[in-house]
């Protein structure tokens, strides 16, 4: 299957400040790429629709001010967690969408802690 | 409102024992019903897509299979190892972009 991946695979950080995960496609362009976040024992939650080329739409109750995504290349979308939370630790996953067979497919995800 | 529900939450079986996870959802329309295998820490991968004219798919160990008509998908993991110990998570398709997801079974394969 094709190969998403993200980069950091896990990551610290303190209270207040900001955090950038990358989500890359590694065999195919993805137009589309998707935000989870994922606390323990609970499902994938949707955050937000990332569109090559243009604005994020966000799931309701996500702040796009807090959470910036930047998709500007075909193979590459940006998760910014900005002024970082304690309550903001959690595992973000990414997915990408094959345009060909429409398929999505997940990367590994990113474990945040804010101290 | 489109919801799925998993059953049961959690299973700890024996190795090499079969067991059989459920699902039900109220998707609408739907397109096609996906079964994913979530390892702690990492990832969902997928196992399985059916539409849903499909009624069985089989992945190795894995079968699962699908009623559309009751809204009803099942995986069976035959000769259970221990590696299959983690979450899988039932995810039917409505055919737009959104996935929904169920809250998983955790299973716990024990020697």
């Known amino acids: 299957g094709a190969v998403v991946s993200q980069h950091p695979s896990w990551v610290i950080c303190k209270s207040g400040t900001s955090v950038k995960i990358e989500c890359r496609s590694l065999?195919?362009?993805?137009?589309?790429m998707f935000w989870y976040r994922q606390f323990p024992k609970q499902s994938l939650m949707l955050m937000a629709t990332?569109?090559?080329?243009?604005?994020?739409?966000?799931e309701q109750g996500v702040e796009k001010d807090k959470f910036l995504i930047n998709h500007a290349s075909l193979t590459l979308s940006t998760l910014t967690v900005t002024s970082a939370h304690p309550e903001d630790s959690s595992f973000y996953i990414c997915?990408?969408?094959?345009?060909?067979?429409?398929?999505?497919?997940f990367g590994p995800g990113t474990r945040l802690t804010v101290t | 409102k489109n919801q799925v529900e998993q059953s049961p939450q959690s299973l700890i079986i024996l190795e090499g024992k079969n067991c059989t996870l459920q699902?039900?959802?109220?998707?609408?329309?739907?397109?096609?019903l996906r079964w994913y295998k979530q390892d702690t820490g990492r990832g969902p991968v997928s196992l399985t897509i059916?539409?849903?004219?499909?009624n069985t798919k089989s992945n190795g160990r894995y079968t699962a299979t699908l009623d559309a008509d009751t809204k009803q998908s099942s995986l069976h993991i035959t000769a259970s190892q221990l590696s299959d110990s983690a979450s899988y998570i039932c995810?039917?398709?409505?055919?737009?972009?959104?996935?929904?997801f169920g809250t998983g079974t955790r299973l716990l394969v024990s020697p």
């Open positions: 997915s990408a969408r094959d345009p060909g067979s429409h398929e999505q497919y």
């Open positions: 065999d195919f362009q993805a137009t589309t």
């Open positions: 990332s569109n090559e080329g243009s604005k994020a739409t966000y």
């Open positions: 699902c039900n959802y109220t998707v609408s329309p739907f397109s096609n």
């Open positions: 059916m539409t849903f004219s499909e």
């Open positions: 995810v039917p398709h409505t055919g737009f972009q959104k996935l929904v």
